[in-house]
DNA sequence: AGATGAATCACCCTTTCGGGTGAAGGCTAT
DNA sequence: ATAGCCTTCACCCGAAAGGGTGATTCATCT
């Protein structure tokens, strides 16, 4: 955390001289503003791009259980069905292709191919994945 | 999409007028350039921060609960190790057992045994039952 | 009427999981 | 040093999961 404060700290004191020498080369010569301008607007782009990435990256807290609110339009963007998406709340308490089978009385291959979907469209290669996947995009719980 | 890169075009095209403006009164009058200079540079921060965020914030969401705190003693209780807690979490973010075995440098089998200490220990038959045992006991977030 | 998409099921085949058992090396506390 | 736990690894075997393909039924849309 301390290096962190340090990092941040030279970054910007580099910059500021930067800008103070920009500024002074801008009194001495008379060369075209437009470049300083555009030197100043693309650094300070950047930075703006680089500190708000640092700031929120790691930290971007969406809340799971409590104020979980289900979105149907976020499951038709990723064309999952209703009986698609009731296979994936069962998977996600952990229960086996089988137990999921005796639930919703169909037979197990019918399991296997709606897990099969959930996958592809999920971008997943094994259930446990899924259903990361499905909590990420605000599916489920 | 079409919509999002619309916005995109006319926030960039006021801004660029606003600097055009700027630039003029540059020219016109002898006022501070140190004023100017901060102005862009407040500008170009916020808007590089606010790309930055929009460009990122759809795939970077990362689940955590706010209200989860790491306890030791829920695991000793449970009588899970260290090495059995990390493979737990690695579980968690659904990667295999391959993929757990390669990250902590130890072979598959080492992993199957940690995984089947695991589900004695959380009382679970599957990789996706220990999981969700695992957060309603707390142990991950 | 034909097209489309869903839900259902089957078969085959490969990979992954998980249970059971055993064992060796290391660290720690008694 | 001896017992206990953790960590590591191996082998075998059966169960579960997952991929691929194809097929049927049904409702809806055009």
Redesign the interface.
């Known amino acids: 955390m301390k290096r962190t404060i340090l990092i941040y700290g030279i970054a910007l004191a580099i910059l500021i001289s930067f800008?103070k020498f920009?500024?002074y080369r801008?009194?001495v010569r008379d060369l075209a503003?437009?470049f300083y301008?555009g030197i100043?607007?693309?650094?300070?782009?950047?930075?703006?791009?680089?500190?708000?990435?640092k700031l929120?990256?790691?930290?971007?807290?969406?809340?799971?259980?409590p104020n979980f609110k289900f979105d149907e339009s976020r499951l038709e963007k990723l064309g999952i069905s209703k009986r698609e998406y009731e296979v994936l709340e069962l998977?996600?308490?952990?229960?086996?292709n089988q137990e999921i089978a005796d639930k919703l009385f169909v037979s197990l291959n019918t399991i296997k191919t709606h897990s099969s979907n959930l996958f592809l469209k999920l971008e997943?290669?094994?259930?446990?994945?899924?259903?990361?996947?499905a909590?990420?995009?605000q599916l489920i719980p």
């Open positions: 800008l920009l500024e801008l009194f503003i437009e301008v100043i607007a693309v650094m300070f782009t950047i930075l703006g791009a680089w500190v708000g990435l929120t990256s790691r930290k971007t807290i969406i809340i799971t259980n998977m996600a308490k952990g229960l086996s997943a290669k094994r259930r446990t994945q899924a259903i990361q996947r909590k990420e995009l």
